[in-house]
């Protein structure tokens, strides 16, 4: 496999401590081979033929000064948005961004670019930069009893991505909340990309202090782009008493690889709620991890994802409970059509002294064709003697008795199917409560069924 990145392929612009940290990471995904099918957390999503030779940075692009500028598909989701402040990003670039209301401004939020953050918020970004998602793979061997073997680490190359994405990213969304101040309006952040055979890095980092409160929506969309990279890293940083609401959309155009790492580290009785939706492009693989550090802390982690053609969609999710009377709820559903590939693999650590664990995960798929594959390998690992933690997987096709009573009211085939997936997903939907991120949803679910 080529290795065509160099250190005059990174950027160097900046304060040194970033550009050392860029140089590092470069050097580890140089030196690290892709994850093959005999590393069991990529064992169901082959990357190894990647030949990242062929791919050449997106080109920069211009800041737009109106809003009819930009790209149709963003024009449109903008129109049903009620976020209160956002950014537009191109490939590389913020070619749009409305203000922050000036109450939350001299209450001390902070809500720019990643690259903007850099040279103006130094030392907050500097704290906290790559503390989450490491250029490496972090290592989360449980802690076990003495005389018992714990877990074993991550092997090194499931790090590739991620140090790939620690080394050249270029932009992306910085979020900060003072201690105590409350976020109403959510904040969002929309990534498109125009420019088949490139690759865009990106990173989001969002920030909230002792009992804060946001909401920050992640959207991703693009056109149709063969042999297209779109890399990322997502870190949350929730501190004591604090509550994190975070979003993910990935609705990307088909040709598109999107690899992804998001992981948050939450605190002593402090609450992350995250939402991962894949729709789009032609491999996803997600990363949602949930570090539990804090006592009294509390994860919940809901996805949903809709493949189909030739669509390959891979979600790893850890729900790592490291401390005492912690929480973590897990909901991920799936629908699976024509051709297409679900992979889930979803972990539960609990460490030694994390006494009072209260832990589930659930994965569904609903299978709408007999050629579509599903794999779903759910997981526990338990050293703490007083826990309760659950886990569970189900697979199935659509209830055709279901399906023959919508026929016969005179529904068409693809009204009666979004209608059946929508019900089947509605229960991570209802626990959603932002309307106009569900419309969008179920907008797309349409579109797959051939329903819109």
């Not at 076990?144 to 092997?155: F, H, I, L, R």
């Not at 870190?235 to 598109?256: M, P």
Request: net charge negative.
């Amino acid at each position: 496999m080529t290795q065509p990145f160099t250190d005059d392929t990174i950027i160097n612009t900046g304060p040194e401590w970033l550009s050392a940290k860029r140089r590092e990471s470069l050097d580890l995904f140089n030196i690290l081979e892709l994850p093959t099918e005999s590393v069991e957390a990529w064992k169901y999503t082959p990357v190894s033929g990647t030949d990242f030779g062929k791919l050449r940075p997106h080109g920069k692009r211009d800041v737009v000064s109106d809003v009819t500028q930009l790209p149709a598909s963003v024009q449109k989701r903008l129109q049903g948005t009620d976020v209160g402040a956002y950014l537009v990003l191109d490939g590389p670039d913020v070619v749009y961004a409305t203000p922050l209301p000036a109450e939350l401004v001299a209450q001390g939020v902070i809500f720019t670019d990643l690259k903007t953050a850099v040279e103006q918020h130094a030392d907050k970004v500097q704290q906290y930069l790559y503390s989450v998602v490491p250029a490496e793979v972090p290592d989360d061997t449980t802690i076990a009893a003495p005389g018992t073997t714990p877990s074993k680490s991550p092997d090194p190359s499931e790090g590739k991505f991620s140090a790939l994405a620690a080394a050249l990213w270029t932009n992306g969304a910085f979020v900060y909340v003072p201690r105590g101040v409350t976020v109403e309006l959510p904040l969002g952040s929309f990534r498109v990309m125009s420019e088949a055979g490139t690759y865009t890095a990106t990173r989001t980092l969002v920030v909230a202090e002792e009992n804060a409160q946001v909401t920050f929506i992640d959207e991703q969309d693009s056109e149709e782009l063969p042999g297209t990279y779109a890399i990322g890293a997502v870190e949350l940083v929730v501190k004591q008493g604090a509550r994190l609401r975070y979003v993910s959309i990935q609705n990307w155009g088909k040709g598109v690889t999107h690899i992804q790492r998001q992981r948050g580290d939450v605190g002593r009785d402090a609450t992350l709620n995250s939402l991962v939706v894949t729709m789009g492009g032609t491999l996803s693989r997600t990363e949602m991890q949930s570090y539990l550090r804090g006592q009294g802390s509390d994860s919940e982690m809901l996805a949903l994802y809709f493949a189909n053609k030739d669509q390959h969609f891979d979600h790893y999710t850890l729900q790592h409970h490291a401390a005492a009377n912690a929480h973590s709820d897990l909901l991920y559903k799936g629908v699976g059509d024509d051709s297409s590939v679900g992979v889930f693999s979803g972990m539960i650590k609990v460490d030694l002294h994390a006494q009072k664990t209260d832990a589930y995960q659930k994965h569904r798929t609903l299978m709408l064709s007999s050629d579509a594959r599903n794999y779903s390998v759910p997981q526990l690992e338990i050293n703490a003697n007083d826990v309760r933690c659950s886990h569970g997987s189900t697979t199935g096709p659509v209830d055709q008795e279901q399906l023959f009573f919508l026929r016969s009211r005179g529904i068409r085939q693809e009204q009666a199917e979004k209608m059946l997936v929508t019900a089947f997903l509605e229960d991570v939907l209802t626990r959603v409560p932002l309307k106009s991120v569900v419309n969008y949803i179920e907008g797309i679910i349409a579109e797959k069924v051939g329903a819109a």
